[in-house]
C-alpha cells in the first residue's frame, strides 16, 4: 500500500486522505469500468443524511476512470450503537467485510 498525503478542513470537520499515484491503489469496476482510488474523505458530522437524520461519521471513497475521467463515489454513514446489540441487518454487514476484505487483499472490489 502506498503512502498518502493528508489534507484537514479549516474547521477540522473534514479529513481527506490523497493518494498521490492513483493507478497504483485499490479500485473499483462500475459497469464494466475500472475507477481508481483517487482520495477518502472522512466527514463528521455526515454530509448526508437519512430520513433527516445526520450521522456521526461519514466516509466517502473517492474513484476516477482514467479512461473517461469519470467518477464514482462510494460513501458509508456511520452510527454509534450498543456493541452488544445484534446488526439490524446482518446481510449488509457481511457485503460490507466481504468488501473490505476484498479491497485490502486485491486491492481491487467489483461494485454491483
Known amino acids: 500500500m502506498q503512502q498518502m498525503f493528508v489534507n484537514l478542513s479549516s474547521d477540522s470537520s473534514v479529513v481527506e486522505l490523497v493518494m498521490p499515484d492513483p493507478s497504483a491503489g485499490p479500485y473499483v469496476l462500475y459497469q464494466g469500468a475500472r475507477y481508481n482510488l483517487t ?4 466527514c463528521t458530522p455526515s454530509e448526508h443524511s437519512f430520513d433527516n437524520t445526520k450521522f456521526p461519521l461519514e466516509l466517502q471513497l473517492y474513484h476516477r476512470s482514467k479512461e473517461t475521467g469519470e467518477n464514482v463515489v462510494v460513501a458509508f454513514v456511520v452510527r454509534m ?3 452488544k446489540a445484534p446488526p439490524a441487518h ?20 467489483d461494485v454491483e
Open 81 to 83: 450503537c450498543d456493541r
Open 39 to 42: 482520495h477518502i474523505q472522512v
Open 90 to 109: 446482518p446481510e449488509r454487514k457481511e457485503m460490507l467485510e466481504r468488501l473490505l476484505r476484498e479491497a485490502l487483499e486485491q486491492e481491487r472490489v
